[in-house]
């Protein structure tokens, strides 16, 4: 028997609920549909699709991730939060589909209350970059110049409300600067201007810089979390260059819709805990540049929790700064 389903009959056992675990054995009765709310070939169709294909092996049905694209996420989300609560509904979201979105945009669902949580999932740090010719050395030197320079700097984000623009503002008003913003309308098309040169900053993940800073075309200054990236372990953190707790990342996590019987969502858990701990997953995941959440932090309780801190922490930023709900 499996180790997941294994766990899950135990459970069932020692449960007050027997008799509804006895029902949910029956789960999945077919093919889980895990919902990707943007287009394939980002962050969270790459950790999708790699979850889903080995959770099939604990679930004994396929995971087909489908990607629905638009609204910044929402209309992949808002299709999650309308489905029926049998587990056969999922949706892979992220730091903006289940907190930022909620500040941003006018939704017809609630980021919280209309899903049930399942698992955290990797998440990738931020990185602080810019263009070569920057006369900055290390991160201090870069706000220095930077408070010389009151509003004479561009950095590049994909649009308004996008992690990029968040970070930029939390940096901002982390470092009493001042700068412009620049859209583009993907993170590619950024990297591309900065390592011409045409724009000053970004503020990215790990996969988009990391070839250019390995090649010398831009300048890496920091990664935004309290510990260095595995692939990438000659980068300082923002703690250690002089900016403590200037972190974000853009993590991920698993949900169904609000409703989900408790035994689905912890036969489901089970799947995601038992992919997490493969080595070949792991292995694909860290080349990738994701970190992945300690066991303990795996628990749709923790995933719960974290969401709401996030809230708690991005929501008056974005307010703040008169960006969102339009």
Request: aromatic share 6%; hydrophobic share 45%.
């Amino acid at each position: 028997m499996l180790p997941a389903r294994r766990r899950f009959l135990q459970a069932c056992i020692a449960s007050a609920a027997f008799p509804s675990c006895l029902r949910a054995q029956g789960y999945p009765a077919r093919p889980i549909t895990a919902v990707v709310p943007f287009p394939a070939g980002g962050p969270n169709d790459a950790v999708g699709r790699i979850l889903a294909e080995k959770m099939r092996a604990s679930l004994g049905q396929p995971v087909i991730v489908e990607n629905v694209g638009g609204g910044a996420g929402s209309i992949g989300a808002g299709r999650v939060a309308r489905a029926a609560p049998d587990g056969h509904t999922l949706v892979f979201g992220y730091w903006g589909t289940h907190v930022v979105n909620g500040a941003l945009l006018k939704l017809p669902y609630d980021v919280v209350n209309d899903f049930a949580p399942i698992a955290l999932l990797p998440s990738q740090p931020m990185m602080i970059v810019a263009r070569r010719s920057l006369p900055a050395n290390d991160l201090k030197d870069l706000v220095a110049w930077l408070q010389s320079n009151p509003d004479a700097a561009t950095q590049g984000t994909a649009g308004p409300g996008s992690i990029g623009h968040i970070a930029g503002l939390f940096f901002q008003r982390q470092t009493g600067t001042r700068y412009r913003f620049v859209p583009y309308r993907g993170a590619a098309l950024v990297m591309q201007d900065l390592v011409a040169g045409h724009i000053d900053l970004s503020v990215t993940v790990p996969v988009v810089a990391m070839p250019q800073a390995r090649a010398g075309l831009i300048r890496a200054y920091a990664v935004m979390s309290g510990s260095r990236l595995a692939i990438a372990p000659e980068i300082p953190t923002v703690d250690e260059a002089g900016l403590p707790g200037l972190h974000l990342s853009l993590w991920q996590g698993l949900w169904a819709p609000k409703g989900t019987p408790r035994d689905v969502i912890a036969r489901l858990n089970d799947a995601v805990v038992e992919a997490l701990a493969d080595p070949g997953v792991r292995r694909k995941l860290t080349e990738q540049g994701f970190d992945i959440p300690a066991r303990e932090r795996l628990s749709p309780e923790a995933l719960h929790a974290h969401q709401r801190a996030e809230i708690d922490k991005w929501w008056p930023i974005v307010r703040a700064a008169g960006v969102g709900n339009e």
